[in-house]
């Protein structure tokens, strides 16, 4: 216990650069991975993971001892001028579950997508571990993210990396499926960019907070929410369905996990429809 309080200290006075760190890591292993190739890949996959999960439970710590959500305000700019991140206790435990998963995704797949000594570098090897440290980024994005427009982003980063890995192997019926996938992902992103534009002009911010707290000022001061608030809340949310694939916009996901490797299909049933889902709770 005596060597524990130290570390919980860390964790709390160091809570805002933590959340940094959680969305700098998986970039940084990227950026690691291509010049080494896919040789090395997977070995610094599986490394970052283990550090991004220290990173998490250290995250989770802070917010269960210091009685708040974490917070930081990027370049010490406060919303609506900058950018918040913000780590409560649902997006704690996102954090907290995807490098757990994707851990025990990169386990399973290390068999299939190391390159043994001797045996000449594929280009599956650098992808696939390539694509799973860009899903990786983009979750992280997405549960610490506070600005509608950085979330829109960090929800492509999401689908840009998932996408591929539907295709890894390269036939046609998986192409076919990937490429359903996209589209429906595609329509979804209009229409959340459509929403979010609608709120924007509404409003003048796309932080969520503010927009919480002027969208419960309209209401407390009387006035009912507008058409315009109606219109963006319903676009936003069938967009956010269609990505999630709930029924009845669940047309793409069958079909992508039929073509997708084991791997792959995990991360894409585990964790990639649940960004979707997760700002559909959020906003």
């Not at 490098?99 to 995704?105: D, M, R, T």
């Not at 490429?179 to 209009?190: H, M």
Request: aromatic residues 8%; proline residues 7%.
């Amino acid at each position: 216990m005596e060597i524990l309080l130290p570390l919980l200290e860390v964790a709390l006075a160091q809570g805002g650069n933590l959340l940094v760190f959680a969305l700098v890591l998986p970039v940084l292993a990227l950026l690691l991975a291509f010049p080494l190739g896919g040789r090395w890949a997977g070995r610094v996959a599986l490394a970052a993971l283990v550090l991004g999960l220290g990173v998490a439970v250290a995250i989770v710590t802070a917010v269960l001892h210091g009685g708040a959500a974490l917070s930081y305000n990027l370049g010490g700019w406060a919303p609506p001028l900058g950018v918040a991140l913000k780590a409560d206790g649902l997006s704690a435990t996102m954090l907290l579950v995807t490098p757990v998963i994707l851990g025990a995704v990169g386990l399973y797949a290390w068999p299939e997508f190391r390159v043994p000594p001797g045996i000449r570098e594929t280009r599956a090897p650098l992808a696939f571990w390539s694509l799973l440290l860009g899903v990786w980024a983009g979750l992280n994005a997405v549960f610490l993210g506070q600005d509608l427009f950085n979330l829109y982003v960090a929800l492509e980063l999401v689908t840009f990396s998932a996408v591929p890995l539907v295709c890894l192997s390269g036939r046609p019926e998986t192409l076919a499926a990937a490429l359903r996938y996209l589209l429906f992902a595609l329509l979804g992103s209009v229409l959340y960019v459509l929403g979010s534009a609608l709120l924007y002009g509404a409003y003048g911010t796309l932080d969520i907070a503010l927009l919480s707290a002027r969208l419960t000022a309209d209401l407390a001061s009387g006035e009912p929410a507008g058409p315009v608030v109606l219109v963006a809340v319903a676009l936003m949310t069938v967009g956010l369905l269609a990505k999630t694939a709930l029924f009845p916009l669940h047309f793409w996901l069958p079909p992508a996990h039929g073509g997708a490797p084991p791997a792959a299909s995990a991360v894409l049933s585990a964790l990639v429809v649940k960004a979707s889902f997760f700002l559909i709770l959020r906003l």
